[in-house]
Each structure stands twice: as structure tokens, then as C-alpha cells.
């Protein structure tokens, strides 16, 4: 997840006597660069990830202070560093409630530190893992398309995970993603990592095939749910428009297993756009483990309509909703009155439809196995 303030703070807390006073739960924000202000003139320019550092010198009413850390917070910084002892000396209680609100971490270092050194020791390292990150980030890839050849990604990744225990993939899907320039989808890659607390060097994050990945490694499930969840809760407070879905994989154990979480992520993402839903994990997705796994969807499709042929012509012909009235039939178990109250239909119109239905299918619809194929067509037009 890139140079984090975890890993700043691993640094600074004694060279620089930084201290983190506010905003914990950002711990693990990463840092895309580290930019001195003293006004507000370049914060719109901020793309997200960058860490501000100021002397407070044009923030030193409680006004203009609280003005900042909201201006930053929307820009989605990482984080503040203020150099207390001159302009600013202590901090209200309603900034460090609104830094812990918003997970912003609000960091002090001394007056007598010397800035230029710092930000420039602090940004060599943002730097220099920002290099790691993209080999990261390739050696992943490789392991998802070409699990099999391990000489290709292993070595690389060997130091920064345990690569024999457990991974899980999450997906992060929205529409037109791949269409949009770089320099945006990066930008929006920021945000998204700002909003992910509690995930550091145990995780990585990445855009692969159109999608933004997140790789867990050695976390338990249950603990990857809460996180997931935290997100998805931070996501709609903070990014309302944004159109992301999330899919979480299963766990699995061996990074040469990554290509199988991964790929049910990308499952677990295309059912909650289906059911409209803001996050959707693999796991509780019942039969559509298996539907969502074929990816032949053009021979699902086929076996779809080849099966509702008979309700799709006479739906077409007729204005009808016979397709629908099998769909809720089956959901229902059969039972006349629920599809009655489903469909908002009066019983007899539906005992009358059914008899149709029967007729143009040539099945009775009475045993599972009569029923079982035109379930799994109805369940496939859902998808």
C-alpha cells in the first residue's frame, strides 16, 4: 500500500520527534508525495495522497485551521504535519474530534526540526517504494495470469509476503473505468486508498484488467470482512457518486492460488452490479458460484433462451410477462397465492398463466428435475 504513515512514523518519531495526535485510524494512508503550504492556493491541486506540511504561519485562527483540515480532507490527503511552537502551539478539542471523525491524521514536529530535511528524507522514501510498489504490482499480475510459472513473480514478492499463507482477493468495479485517461484513474486509485484504513503491507493495491485489486495476504477472513465493510461504510460518506461495486474472493492458501480468489472477486463484483448491490462476497452467492464462474457467458446466454423460447416468442407477440410469472413460480415453490402476491395478480389469472406455461413448455413443472433447468435458465437471465 506504498510509504504509509505507519511507516513514516516507524521513521520520524525519533529522528524528527514527529508524534501523531489525531486521526489514528489513518495509520495507513499511503503518502504520494509531501507538499509544504502555507496558504490555500495549491490544495485544488491536490490529486489525493499527498501529505501536507505546514508552520501554521496562514492558519493560526481556530477558523482558518478548521477551513484546512476540511479543504484536505476533501482533496483526500493523507495527512498533516505542523510544525508547532511558533504559530500554533496546541490544538482545540473540535480539531482533533473532527481529524478522528475523519481519519485524517494530524501529526506534529517540533519548531527547532528543519523542514527542508525532513521533506526531503520523507519524499526520497515515498519515492523509493513507490518503485517497489509497480514491481509489486507486476509481480501480482504475473502470478494471476501465469500462476504456474512461479520463476516469474516469486522472487520479487518473497520479501514483502508469506507467500505460502493465506491470500483474498477484493475487487473494486465501476463502469468506464478503463476508457478514462491515467492521470484520472489515478487520481480516483488515490481517493480509494485513502479510504482504506487498516490495511498496510499486509495488502496491495493495484489496477489490473479494468478493475481495481486489492491482494490480503495472512488476515483472517472475518478481519477482511470488517475492513471491506469499513470501506464500503467510507465510500458512501465520502466518495457518494463514485459507482463502485466490491466483490470479495475466497480465501485461499499459495500465492499460486491467487488467480482463483481473484477470479471470484471479479464474480462476486459483476453480482452486486446485477443485484444492485454496494458489495457482494463470493462465498454467500450460493448457486451463482457456479454461474459466474463460466466464463462462457455467450453459452449461458444460449442455454437461457433455448430453454425460455417458447415465453420469450409468445412475451413478444402478446405483450406478456409469462417469462416473469414462470421466474416468480419457481422462486415461490409453486405456490399460486405467493406468486399471486408477488406479482400483485389475482390467483386466478395466475392458476390461468401457469396452465398456459405448462403447455407451451411441454412440462408439467411438478418434479425437481422438471423444474431444475428452467430455474438455473431464469437464474441466468438474472445475471
Known sequence: MGFTVEDMMLVSENRYRMKLIAGRQGWSNSISWLLMLEDFTIIHNFRGKELAVTTGLGFQSEEAFMM??????SAHAAGLIVNVGRYINDFSEEVLAFCDEHDFPLLTVPWDVYLADMIKDLSIRVFLQGTTDEEISKALIQAIDSPEE?????????????????????VLYKEGLDSMDTVERKRIAYRLQINMTNLTHNAHFFYYDSVFVVVINAVETDTVRKIIKGFEKNLRKRMPRSGFVIGIGSQVTDITHLRSTYKRARAAALRAVSEQSGMVEFDQMGIFRLLYSVEDRALLSQMSDELLAPLLEYD?????????????????DGSIQAVSEDLFIHRNTISYRMTKIRSLLNSELDTPMEKMPYQLACLIRQM
Do not use: C, I, W
Request: net charge negative; hydrophobic share 35%.
Open 316 to 332: 413478444q407477440k402478446h405483450d406478456s410477462d409469462y417469462v416473469k410469472t414462470l421466474d416468480s413460480y419457481l422462486r415461490n
Open 68 to 73: 484546512l483540515l476540511e479543504q484536505l480532507t
Open 150 to 170: 512461479q520463476g516469474r513473480y516469486m522472487k520479487v514478492l518473497l520479501p514483502y509476503f508469506d507467500v505460502d499463507g493465506t491470500f483474498q482477493a477484493v
